[in-house]
């Protein structure tokens, strides 16, 4: 009597995707560095967290810390127009949060 399981598995190697190919060859790379932060108004228990310890730590002049995220990405972009655009939309839509974040980027070539 022969179970389905006893089979031995096909040793085929699955598929591998080939990668998208580049567009066209006038566009150029770059470097995206963003920068994102809570707003002034919102509560930053992180910040205070870490304000408290560097006092402790005998850093008696810091007068307060907030804290944040950073990001870099790196993309392909006909010019440094359009890297701006598809940077500001990326953090206005994905990388930040507007409802309560701010955000601020440099784009540079790579």
Known sequence: MSKKNDRKP????????PEPKAKAS?????LARVYVA???????PEGITVGNALGSL?????DGVRSGRYFQVTLRAAG?????K?????????????????????????
């Open 58 to 62: 005998g850093f008696t002049g810091v």
């Open 80 to 84: 440094a127009k359009d890297a701006e």
């Open 86 to 110: 598809a940077v500001d939309q990326m953090c206005a839509r994905l990388l930040a949060n507007p409802v309560i974040e701010t955000y601020s980027f440099e784009v540079g070539p790579l």
């Open 26 to 30: 006038s566009e150029k790379r770059y």
């Open 10 to 17: 096909n040793d085929k190697k699955a598929a591998v995707k």
């Open 38 to 44: 809570l707003k002034p108004t919102v509560n930053d």
